[in-house]
């Protein structure tokens, strides 16, 4: 029998590929770091839960369970829990965790690893209250848990709207939302292509009435400038942005608040194919540093996919149509022309979201004294005195200044400070290469590992590629 295909992440892109390729008759391994099935956007409450009055949140569930049924299917293996770490040769795949861990070699490989929240360093973001806009998302939807007293939302990018109207309506008591472009740039910019997603459109408007009836007030054009607090954060100041992307601290106004809830921006999680040895490039219109595709989805390694968020911001129906997408260039099915039209359309609106969404100026609010590398403890003022600080270079700053060498191994860090550094669009080339083990692994899954053996270095997959290519 022939090796599988496996997927990497279950969540809608995932998914959506593991669905048609199993129709398709193919052997599939899908291989997800959570408990449950789902991804970011289909997050699931744990088994035993109950859908109680946060009814709303879980609207998509039927949608999501018709998809998750490939799961059961006998020619699909489910690996939740487990932690794809590694590609210790030709095509093969390592993976851990408490459910299993080995390696399994695959006919084609499909990257579906999802997006990150971008991080936004200020004087106070490293206090108890302050969270991430995907973080608070995943508590509610996740667990269940609504976060306590005053909650300001505050970021740029849809994910705040999303954010806002979610714990909205999950019964948190949001008193202010933040969104740094000022709403006519919004307007303007994507007046010409609201006709590709007429229902994003309807959803985004939506979001604005739960918002706005909850009482909560909306201010664009603001960015958050610094949060203070004894224990936690206690009173966050907000500002206009001022021309240089800063927020202008002369004009800043406090609220008090028990939560601040940070969103600006997800970029899309690269690692697995820079471990691959997939070529990147920077593109301001889906988000960040992304693998380069072919028109099917292939990467620049041959038999190696990537889909949805992770190959570039887009949202739930692009990673669905693009996992549709990948499992039809894997069964060689051509020409599909409804899917290719709803793609082209969900692809040109996604892009200009992205662009309306971006500031020409990049945003920042960190001073000197602001941890950057919270792994490693560095302030700006720290990374500012190393002599690699502006030579564009990310992978010699990290040598010299051990900035991203932590337990996030960078993936919370360098994106920030890539864009505190303002490099130019090739200078994203010089970001660390991915090295395995991708995210911590626990000593004894890996052991239980019983083809355990030296892991080729990731560089020989990346100049095979150059060669190849
Ligand atoms: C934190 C966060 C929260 C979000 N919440 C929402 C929301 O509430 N509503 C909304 O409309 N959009 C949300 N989004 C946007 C969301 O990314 C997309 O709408 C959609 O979920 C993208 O689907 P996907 O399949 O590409 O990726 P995802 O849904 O992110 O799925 C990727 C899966 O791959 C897994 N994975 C990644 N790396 C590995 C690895 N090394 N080993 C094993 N498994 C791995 C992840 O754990 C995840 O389950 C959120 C994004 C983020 C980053």
Known sequence: MSDPVVIIGAGPAGLACAERLAQGGRAVVVIDDNAQAGGQYFRQLPP?????????????????DRLARVLALPNVTYRPSSTVWGSPGDMTIAYAGPSGSGRVRATAVVIAGG?????????????????????ALNMVKAHGLVPEGRVMVVGNGPLVLVAAATLVTAGADVIGVVEAQPGARLAGALAT????????????????????????????????????????????????????????????????????????????????????????????????????????????????????????????????V?????????????????LARQYRKLDLFRRKLNIAYARSETLSAADAGTIVCRCEELTLGDLRKDANFSCGDVDRLKKSSRIGMGRCQGRNCLPALAKMLDLPPDGYATLPRARPPLKPIQLRHLAADADAGPAHEPDEALIHNRETS
């Open 48 to 64: 035993g839960y109950t859908v109680g009055a946060n009814a709303p949140l879980l609207r998509d569930k039927a949608r999501f």
């Open 193 to 320: 292509s609201v006709w590709a997603a007429p229902k994003l459109l309807r959803t985004a408007i939506d979001y604005r009435r739960r918002i706005a009836r909850s009482g909560a007030w909306f201010k664009t054009g603001r960015m958050i400038a610094q949060a203070t607090g004894r224990d936690a954060v206690e009173r966050a100041a907000i500002a206009p942005v001022g021309g240089d992307g800063r927020p202008r601290i002369d004009a800043q106004t406090w609220s008090e608040v028990d939560t601040l809830v940070l969103g600006y921006g997800i970029v899309p999680s690269t690692d697995i194919a820079r471990m691959m040895g997939c070529q990147t490039a920077f593109d301001r219109s889906l988000n960040g540093v992304v693998p380069l595709r072919s028109p099917a989805l292939a990467t620049s390694v041959p038999n190696v996919y990537a889909v949805g968020d992770g190959a570039g911001i887009g949202g739930v129906e692009v990673a669905l």
């Open 322 to 338: 693009e996992g549709r997408m990948a499992a039809n260039a894997i069964l060689g099915i051509e020409g599909e022309a409804a």
């Open 115 to 135: 997006a990150q929240d971008q991080p936004f360093p200020f004087t106070g973001w490293t206090l108890p209250g302050v969270i991430s806009a995907g973080g």
